[in-house]
């Protein structure tokens, strides 16, 4: 049974965020897959005849672009962190 929240003037609003939550999870899961394949998996594979399949396995530019991405997001992580640790701490 779902609980009852209550918004403003007492007004019952019906809770929608769990379906947010799983749609969040789901998108997240296929990223991960179709990033796992695209980068490892499809260098392992042979030819399929599906054209976007075998574009994907012949692709040397796409398969490198997220780990070389990855070094600049984790200084800019990093620099984002120490800055709003300076500006909190001033």
């Not at 991960?32 to 990033?35: G, L, R, T, V, Y």
């Not at 075998?54 to 692709?59: A, F, G, H, L, M």
């Given at each position: 049974m779902q609980k009852k929240i209550y918004g403003r003037h007492m007004?019952?609003?019906s809770d929608t965020t769990y379906i947010?939550?799983?749609l969040l999870l789901f998108l997240?899961?296929?990223v991960?897959?179709?990033?796992t394949y695209?980068?490892?998996a499809s260098q392992y594979m042979p030819l399929t005849g599906n054209s976007i399949l075998?574009?994907?396995?012949?692709?040397d530019y796409y398969c490198l672009l997220i780990p070389i991405t990855a070094i600049v997001w984790i200084y800019w992580?990093?620099?984002n962190w120490?800055?709003?640790k300076f500006f909190r701490h001033n």
């Open positions: 007004t019952v609003v947010y939550g799983y997240t899961l296929s991960f897959m179709i990033s695209s980068i490892v075998d574009w994907i396995k012949s692709d992580v990093i620099w120490m800055g709003m």
